[in-house]
């Protein structure tokens, strides 16, 4: 797949039909890749559950998430969906039977780039050079069922115990891309125009690291 990117032309699905979700935690080597496909799509499973979708086959540090043009990982995802002639197909099967893919990005998604919010360098908080912010993205299909990982939360009504096999079994699910150290500490939603709200998961988590 070619690392840029042209605006797609109308003729199919747009990125309004899709979500963009992501696991983050913290470890010691954020930008780490796997060939084991099926073990995406297994994560996917696990954290989005039955809903169509692209998988992402990488964890990132969060400032690799955009790129210097302003391009998203999950645009990518959706770019080298949308470049697929049969992209009509595969976009039905992901709605009507809620399958999933997983998507190789770009190499060019390994390149830091500091936005202009700047509170996850080491510089002004020293604790992510010890404790270090990785995501895994994914790109989902709209759909009104909840997400598995919100069906789970639902399910615990509150109670930690109960959540914690569930919990368990995301942070062993993530081992294959993501080994120990690394641990997660949520699920989010990205916001193009807002992307200050993901700074601010890792900094709401800062003061139990210290």
């Known amino acids: 797949m070619p690392d840029t990117f042209a605006a797609p032309a109308s003729t199919g699905p747009s990125l309004n039909d899709f979500a963009s979700f992501y696991l983050y935690g913290l470890t010691n080597q954020p930008y780490q890749q796997s060939t084991d496909l099926t073990k995406f799509g297994e994560l ?52 009507v039977e809620k399958t ?11 390149e830091f780039h500091i936005w202009p919010d700047t509170r996850l360098t080491t510089d002004e908080n020293p604790i992510f050079g010890r404790f270090v912010p990785f995501v895994i993205p994914f790109l989902v299909r709209k759909d009104p069922e909840l997400l598995r990982w919100d069906k789970e939360f639902a399910a615990a009504e509150g109670d930690d115990s109960r959540l914690r096999p569930y919990l368990d079994a995301v942070n062993t699910a993530i081992k294959f891309v993501q080994p120990a150290p ?29």
Not at 57 to 81: D, K, M, R
Not at 100 to 110: E, H, K, L, R, Y
Request: glycine share 8%.
């Open 100 to 110: 999933q893919f997983v998507v190789v990005p770009p190499a060019s998604f390994a």
């Open 44 to 95: 996917f499973n696990l954290v989005i559950g039955n809903h169509g979708g692209l998988g992402i086959a990488s964890s990132f540090h969060p400032y690799q998430l955009v790129n210097e043009a302003g391009i998203t990982v999950w645009y990518a995802a959706y770019a080298q969906f949308y470049a697929q002639p049969n992209r009509l197909e595969l976009f039905a099967e992901m709605t």
């Open 182 to 210: 690394a641990f997660v500490l949520g699920f989010g939603e990205f916001d193009e125009q807002q992307p200050e709200l993901l700074i601010e998961k890792f900094l709401s988590c800062r003061d139990m690291l210290l």
